[in-house]
């Protein structure tokens, strides 16, 4: 009987030890809890020191990789995030573009690759990304590195363009990046810069040291320019020649005696005016002197209006002048070495003279004469424009009348000339008028030497001494119209002045 009972003991202590163990060997498989290990950027290893990243247009993605130790018992709505940081994660933005995957297997380790993208405007160096889970509390963190979004990669505009600054004995220039075009770096206030002098013995643009802002004061000279600072390696890899860089900008010292010069592009010496000639203003060496200087343009000595910058072109003829003050001098040049330039153009004349006197009830014809090779001829009268198109207008009105001739062939050029008609005069002033419409003694008409300087003045006063007509600038027109009331004979006193000289005062009868 006991022997039966020990076999069934047996069997339980069989049965429970089992038991125990496939419980152990199933908590031991199921409940390992996972973790992140070996963030890596590919190519890099851990402990490299020159880790980074150019990010632009036409290099957008990045790679890390990490590994995930019993992989198998992840939650199955994990998720695996990334974070960037470049205070050791005391602040953190997560990285939300990005793309993961698992790319490998090994026993109970998964590994994992993420493609992603900077935020717009990373820029600097001791960044890090960390990995996080959504359904673990454990994170791993990757090493150093530096990354720069190149956020503007376009030549970067100065104030001094295309040519040498010429630096005043003893004086200053700032050469500094524009604000006013688009694009421009300074859109972006956290972008810093390098500024580079070539060294003359090497040809090596060295890094000037300290100089980091938007702009440089130079005081000696030299060729400078400045680029966006990306990095010791960015800025060399993501911005070759012109990308993120500025033009270079020569600057020359100026010694006593130093005079600019003005030559044309294709060294002209005859001007059209619808086409011009490009004048260039260069320093005493050659060199086209930098826009960004006080520049000045002159013509006969006069100052041309909205002329400030190393070219002009210029369509009169005439001696061209310039100058360019920097703040601390002038340098100009000298009138006597000006660039003169004589106008292509051509003749034309009227067969009669100005002031042309119209006879009463007579007609005459205006002709030019003129050697273009191919004219043609506007006419005006009291400057409104007429049908005749001719080289001849006959003209039976007194008035103002301008014919505008103009070259079609070769070099497109105008002349104009202006012929006054005048009514007949008198060589007299005279004490009658009758202002009855028939043409003759209309008006009280004196000498056109008198009306001709445009300052005679005429005050006129009629029986009862009431004035009825004053003028600081008479030219024949009283009555000046109809409306005036005449008795069919009236008198009235007139007195003529000019510069304060009284020329004639007297009685002048009207009848009508």
Known sequence: MWFKNLKYILLFTIAFVFNSYANTITKNMVFQTPSIQNVRFPGFSFTDPNVAFCQSSSNPDHELTFQVTNYINLSAGNQFQLFLSNDDFATQNQITNVSIAQTSVSGTTATYT?????????????FKIRVRSTTLSSFATSQVFSAYDIIFNNQI??????????LCANGSFTISIKDDVTPTPLTYSYLTYIWRKQNLSTGIFEVIPNQTGPSLTVTTSGTYFVEVNYGPICSSSASPNTLAKSVQVTVTQS????????ASQNGETEVCESTGVLLLLQDS????????SNISWYLNGVVIPNANSNTYNATQG????????NGSCTISVP???????NEITFNATLNVSTPYELTIGDNFDAIVTTDAISPSFEWYFNNNILTETTNTLNIAVAGQYTVIITENSGCISTIELNLLVIEPGSDVIPNLISPNGDGINDKFKVPYNLTSSNNLSLE?????GKQVYVTDNYQNTWPENDNDAFESKAFYYFKMT???????????????
């Open 114 to 126: 993420a493609t992603f993208s900077f935020p717009a405007q990373t820029y600097g160096n001791n």
């Open 157 to 166: 505009p100065l104030n001094v363009t295309n040519g040498s600054v010429i």
């Open 255 to 262: 010694t006593s005696g130093d005079t600019l010069q003005i």
């Open 285 to 292: 060496s050659g060199n086209l002197v930098a826009n960004g």
């Open 318 to 325: 005439g001696a061209y002048t310039a100058s360019l003050n």
């Open 335 to 341: 009138q006597n070495e000006a660039y003169v330039l």
């Open 460 to 464: 006129i006063y009629n029986s009862s």
């Open 498 to 512: 000019k510069e304060s000289q009284i020329i004639k005062e007297g009685i002048l009868t009207v009848i009508k």
